[in-house]
């Protein structure tokens, strides 16, 4: 009886912390992004990246050239609402207020979370959601709205956040706990950002560089602990981060020192989610460090065991952690034809409708629980290079894959190209499927792939490893005639990058749909 009243106790005590806790729940569909610097990549590009795992987010992309503004013009800002009355769920964009335009703003490469400006400022996203207390709506941006404007307005990572600080405190943050990973030609910063409390106008945040010969990653949990204002040379943070966690009792000076994460994202060291993520990459990068992937915390950068590659990069992003006790399939299993137990080929991690709650494997998907890297509610990823020893027009790419990255193939789109394929400028969402649209030819080979991953992985391979192999050859070629025509005429070198980026574009959206049939017609039986 008393062992009884004990176990009730302990679940109505969980439930209750669980509810009450004072950070955002959901972490699971949230975005990772992996970072390196100049010193740590094979070819000396700075690099950021960004998985954009939401099934609302728009699955169009398109090129804002830059554009001169008549003095005393207002530029409108809007907010990101939920819209649930188009054939698929979706964000609406809603007027929230003005703010005074700049004379000349930056041309960029327009996806959700805008990526590349061109002068080869790129940044990446990942929610955190921070304290529930700390979001207000007394203000006007929200992460979106902060990413353009950097974008618009800015070509250093340094530069970018100081502006960032300016804006936020004029015009107020009205998001959740946000966290941009912010590159250029020569550094790359993690810059974190939560509300400044329920009914006031501002931001709090912090801002950290990744050191040159250093890896660094952000999975939907805050990385930034402690903070030396004494070198401003690798942290900045807002006037008010000290002040309102020690007013609000999350940080205690007799405790110990001032530590961001803990004070404004407390949940963020709770969710496996997040953290096992975290760990994942780190250790993929740096294995002789020999991490454990029980910690709590991991170092917020690491110096790789080698220089990283693009393709390694690309294969990390498609990981769900095969070969680990983490790999979500690794208990479903059958007997085959001669009597052995293996993974059945049936099983896969990347099902439209996550089943491990169902079978209780790994802990279950809860935002308490694991989720991999690759997913398949991702509606587009990017990584991106800067590169200081080449004109602006040729040294920015933004590597783009479309849904999950698991079954989608990298193109690249250089920051100067003025067009995109037109597929890519498709939306994909209001309407419902359409063949015109780029995304729908990775959504719909991803979603047949799931329903037989264990054997059509190894199709998929067969067909994408080659042609991302050859854009990844071609790359020094295209770039060198590029470097020769950029001699001769900017204008030229850009129409030439343009035309290669759309090719690159449409070829692999032809053979989506042509694999997607494939698929479909292989294992019609088997379904």
Known sequence: MLKKLLMAFVILFSVAYF????????????????????????????????????HRTRSWLNIVPPMKHKKGEMLTLVKRVNCDTLAMPAYAHVPVGKIPQVEYTYGFINTAYPCMNDHQLAIGESTFGGRKSLKSDNGLIDCQQLVRLMLERCTTAREAIKLAGKLLKKYGWIDYGEALTIADTREVWVLEIVGPGKGNKG???????????????????????????????????????????????????????????????????????????????????????????????????????????????????KDYYEGTDYNPIKNITWVNKEGKTEISPLAN???????????????????????????????????????????DEIGGVVWLALDNVATSIYVPLYCSIEDVAEPYKVPGRAKGFTR?????????????????????????????????????????????????????????????????????????????????????????EKF
Request: a neutral charge; proline letters at 5%.
């Open 203 to 317: 931001a709090i945040w912090a801002a950290q560089r990744v050191p040159d010969d250093h890896v660094s990653v952000v999975a939907n949990a805050s990385r930034i602990r402690q903070i030396n204002l004494s070198n401003p040379d690798y942290f900045m943070t807002s006037d008010n981060v000290f002040q309102v966690a020690q007013d609000s009792g999350w940080w205690n000076p007799e405790n110990g020192p001032f530590e961001f994460c803990y004070a404004y994202d407390p949940g963020g060291r709770v969710s496996l989610a997040a953290r096992r993520r975290e760990w994942r990459v780190l250790d993929l990068l740096a294995p002789s460090l020999g991490l454990h992937p029980e910690s709590e915390n991991y170092p917020f950068s690491v110096k790789p065991d080698t220089l990283v590659t693009l393709e390694k990069l690309i294969s990390i992003f």
């Open 436 to 524: 015109k649209s780029a995304w729908w030819a990775f959504n719909r080979l991803g979603t047949i792939a799931a329903h037989r991953w264990g054997d059509m992985r190894y199709d998929i391979e067969e067909v994408w490893g080659p042609v991302q192999k050859e854009f990844l050859d071609n790359q020094g070629k295209i770039e060198e005639k590029a470097l020769k025509l950029y001699r001769k005429s900017k204008k030229r070198a850009i129409k030439f990058l343009t035309n290669y980026s759309m090719d690159c574009g449409n070829k692999v959206i032809e053979r989506a749909w042509k694999l997607g049939d494939e698929l479909w017609t292989k294992y019609d």
């Open 349 to 391: 991690p990347f099902m439209p409708y996550d089943m491990l709650p169902l079978f209780k494997i790994n802990g279950g998907w809860g935002w308490r629980g694991e989720r991999t890297i690759a997913r398949w509610y991702t509606m587009y990823a990017t990584i991106t290079q800067s590169r200081e020893w080449l004109p």
């Open 19 to 54: 509810q009450e806790a004072d950070w955002i729940d959901g972490r699971p569909d949230g975005c990772t992004s992996i970072m390196v610097g100049k010193l740590a990549s094979a070819d000396g590009s700075v690099i950021t990246s960004h998985t954009c795992d939401s």
